[in-house]
């Protein structure tokens, strides 16, 4: 029955799911619409004006300094999980993993395991390792002329998307435990000193422990069932992806004029273990100085790089590597701005203040983190962001711990767990994925859009009683 359910949902999106671009731009417009007609802070003005008014909300927020500023931090997160996802460490603890499955099943189960537990040490490395792995496993079935269903292994590759925000790199978390974020103010009057919450009150709260804990066995197990019992139902591997090249990162080999000494330096790995110890050094006294309350987005972009270094044999190499990456990052930072747009409609428009204060008027105590999970879930469909949803609809969620007596972090982690639950319906952040596996965002919609049904529910449980 789950995999009839999963085989009906994949047909329904390869009929109706767009390109991602496409996909944002039609959203744009629908903002656009939805704020002309409904945003409560523009509603005074005349029809020429309130559009004059929106185009301005839309076009100072498309490449405004801060959101560009973010942008980069989560390339560069991108980029840095990227580039250690195809050092050749991981990529042969990647190509020996992947011979272990013994039957497709367990071939979208390993997938899953694999891509969630890289998107809960960081989620750049969880984009990339996810998509190789599922593209590893699906190469091992096809040479071996085992059936395997190769888009529902793109899908499992994805699912790291459903927990990230529960991880090491959660973004709202690390923000708030990062001194002089927005929410400074508010967070000391509710009694934080230095108006910070340390991420063992979020990532590491028996909330979180049990949340993301339960999804790491509940995603590989959905995937486990999703596969098609009946081999006539696969779709393997593209012989274009079958014959692409599975080399290690070369580096090109430098001319015959090159001076010894810069052949030596481009190709000597002391440089990449020196420089890679001083970092891992800065990073270490980060935490000696800090504690946990140093693990903020700065102290991980920082980590990751130095691991990047460290994996990579010279640093030419990591540059070429670097380099790659931003070959996947592209869509991304097309993409970006048009969200960016997006959130400057729903901000000064005034549909943000509006849905929160709709979901605020209809909450207690007890159902207020559950319908913050189903707002941040609509919002990020919109803003595809954790960080830039944060800090859009993060003030107004705390604003209401004024009025109701709850405990800021079970709200922050509620919003982390919409933001990520609705990925599995947004493809935004697959785009990394689909360029290395060569699929279409209509290939795994369906099969992530099952998890989508089944994982919301069990969550809104676990937040009604936990």
């Not at 497709?104 to 750049?124: D, E, F, H, K, R």
């Not at 990339?128 to 096809?142: L, Q, S, W």
């Not at 002391?270 to 100085?289: H, K, W």
Request: contains cysteine; hydrophobic residues 55%.
């Amino acid at each position: 029955m789950i995999s009839a359910m999963g085989k009906r949902l994949n047909r329904w999106s390869q009929r109706y799911v767009p390109d991602p671009f496409v996909l944002a731009i039609v959203l744009t417009i629908i903002t656009f619409l939805a704020a002309f007609f409904f945003g409560q802070d523009v509603q005074d003005y005349g029809a020429v004006e309130r559009v004059s008014h929106l185009g301005n909300f839309w076009s100072d927020e498309f490449y405004a300094q801060a959101w560009m500023q973010f942008a980069l931090h989560m390339v560069i997160i991108l980029l840095t999980g990227h580039a250690l996802a195809i050092s050749k460490p991981v990529q042969k603890a990647i190509r020996t993993m992947a011979n272990w499955a013994s039957s497709p099943s367990a071939a979208a189960l390993l997938v899953a395991i694999v891509a969630c537990s890289a998107s809960m040490i960081q989620w750049g490395l969880g984009a990339i390792a996810g998509a190789f792995m599922a593209r590893e496993v699906g190469r091992v079935f096809a040479e071996q002329g085992r059936p395997v269903h190769y888009p529902l292994l793109g899908a499992a590759g994805y699912a790291g998307f459903l927990v990230w925000h529960g991880g090491f790199s959660g973004s709202a978390p690390l923000e708030i435990n990062q001194p002089g974020h927005d929410l400074v103010e508010q967070f000391e009057r509710l009694g934080y000193e230095g108006g910070t919450i340390p991420v063992t009150e979020t990532l590491f709260s028996n909330l979180n422990l049990m949340v993301t804990g339960s999804l790491l066995v509940l995603i590989p197990v959905l995937f486990w069932v999703l596969m098609p019992r009946d081999t006539d139902e696969m779709r393997g591997m593209p012989e274009d992806q079958l014959d692409k090249d599975r080399s290690f990162l070369q580096v090109p080999e430098l001319g015959p004029n090159v001076h010894p000494v810069v052949r030596l330096l481009e190709s000597s790995r002391v440089l990449n273990v020196i420089i890679g110890v001083l970092m891992l050094g800065a990073v270490v006294n980060i935490f000696i100085d800090q504690g946990m309350a140093g693990w903020n987005l700065n102290s991980l972009n920082l980590l990751f790089l130095t691991l990047g270094i460290l994996a990579h044999n010279s640093p030419k190499a990591y540059a070429l590597a670097i380099a790659d990456a931003a070959k996947g990052a592209a869509p991304i930072v097309l993409q970006f701005p048009f969200y960016f747009g997006i959130l400057g409609l729903l901000a000064n428009s005034g549909l943000i203040q509006q849905l929160s204060a709709f979901f605020l008027s209809i909450s207690t105590e007890t159902t207020y983190p559950i319908l913050t999970f189903i707002s941040a879930g609509i919002v990020n469909f919109f803003v595809p962001s954790g960080g830039g949803q944060w800090a859009v609809q993060g003030e107004m969620m705390v604003a209401a711990l004024d009025e109701l007596d709850i405990s800021p972090h079970r709200v922050i982690m509620a919003l982390a767990y919409g933001d990520a639950w609705t990925n599995m319906l947004q493809p935004f952040w697959a785009l990394p994925l689909l360029g290395i596996m060569g699929l279409k965002a209509r290939d795994i919609i369906g099969y992530t859009a099952f998890v989508f049904l089944i994982t919301g529910p069990w969550i809104m449980f676990l937040l009604l009683v936990l």
